[in-house]
């Protein structure tokens, strides 16, 4: 009567055995099909695809920042209707031109970022 007593509990371990084994393993999908991983087997990220990944406004792959075609658009958004000129000075481009009425008016934007920095219009006088 002992052995059929510990047969119940035997089994019983052994199915926890069994599962606690078959939980650990993973499924693996790539290029070579479905297949499962031994508990050991380290998945490892696939590498990115060659090309260009958004990084966000502003961010160019050769870190050089906006161009000045791009700190145009960015003036004419701060008002500038007509530009006189853009130069870049060290970390900012400097735009300068006119509001709608014709008054002189300097955007100045971040060369990194595309943020506008300051804005100067000509006072009434």
Do not use: C, H, K
């Amino acid at each position: 009567m002992r052995i059929r007593s510990l047969i119940g509990p035997a089994i019983f371990a052994a199915g926890l055995f069994a599962a606690s084994a078959a939980g650990a393993q993973s499924v693996i999908i790539d290029g070579g099909g479905v297949r499962v991983a031994p508990p050991s087997y380290e998945v490892a990220p696939p590498p990115p695809p060659p090309g260009r990944w958004d990084r966000g406004p502003g961010y160019s792959d050769n870190n050089e920042g906006i161009g000045p075609r791009e700190a145009r658009s960015i003036a004419r958004s701060a008002g500038v209707v007509e530009t006189f000129g853009v130069d870049r000075r060290g970390r900012v481009w400097v735009v300068e031109g006119a509001d709608r009425r014709g008054r002189p008016m300097r955007v100045t934007i971040s060369a990194r970022s595309g943020d506008i920095m300051d804005v100067e219009r000509a006072r009434r006088g």
